[in-house]
């Protein structure tokens, strides 16, 4: 049973450039949730979705970010024109969606984002 | 607002040690909480968590973690530190009725040989 998939595990992007990640969320589970941990800092909760719904996305930045999980095939988080300041390493989790508050989130390995 | 407090950027401890990583959180009502290890370039690992049922929870890797209400704490301890435990390790706070989890800043744990 494999768990949460990302990639690519390593992604280098000039000024400008977009950056699209990937998740594959468990088998079985119909939530993903997006964050972003920058260098020397904590996790950030970015977006939060269902199958073709975003629930919550109060943590996306206003512009260039956007995030999708369509009906078929995994999560993308999408960063167009990319800066400097998007360097930084996102993880994707993904729970069962049972509508229970204290479920268990299930993170992947990240994406690490190099901006030159 | 929910919030959750690591009191310690870095612990250190010699192996064989106990280790204590302390949080704190700011809940209006009971929340979930839960610890995660991240080791060096890897993604981030289940540790234990509390969802009121009994306030001392064991996890992996022989760690466990004490629900304090009275104290709004739920520190991290295991009994002697192995190399291996030698991480980045994140306390997460799950309001009430709520699905977005609140990370606390992180405790970066050394262990010595």
């Known amino acids: 049973n494999a768990g949460v998939m990302q990639n690519p595990r390593h992604l280098v992007r000039r000024r400008g450039q977009e950056a699209r990640l990937r998740c594959s969320p468990m088998k079985g589970h119909s939530h993903v949730y997006w964050y972003r941990q920058l260098p020397e800092e904590g996790l950030k909760f970015m977006v939060y979705l269902q199958k073709e719904n975003i629930i919550d996305e109060s943590g996306m930045p206003k512009e260039r970010f956007s995030a999708e999980f369509p009906k078929e095939g995994p999560s993308i988080l999408r960063i167009q024109q990319v800066v400097r300041g998007d360097s930084a390493a996102y993880f994707c989790a993904s729970s069962p969606g049972q509508g229970k508050v204290e479920e268990t989130q299930y993170f992947g390995p990240g994406t690490r984002l190099l901006v030159l | 607002a929910q919030s959750v407090t690591q009191l310690d950027s870095h612990v250190s401890v010699s192996e064989g040690t106990p280790v204590l990583l302390r949080c704190n959180y700011s809940?209006?009502?009971?929340?979930?909480l839960f610890w995660y290890v991240q080791h060096p370039n890897k993604g981030l690992q289940l540790l234990l968590k509390y969802t009121s049922a009994a306030t001392l929870v064991k996890g992996i890797n022989g760690f466990e973690a004490e629900f304090k209400k009275s104290e709004t704490s739920f520190h991290l301890t295991k009994p002697s530190a192995h190399m291996s435990d030698a991480a980045e390790y994140f306390c997460v706070v799950i309001p009430y009725n709520n699905n977005d989890m609140r990370f606390g800043a992180g405790t970066r744990l050394t262990v010595k040989p």
């Open positions: 809940s209006s009502y009971s929340p979930s």
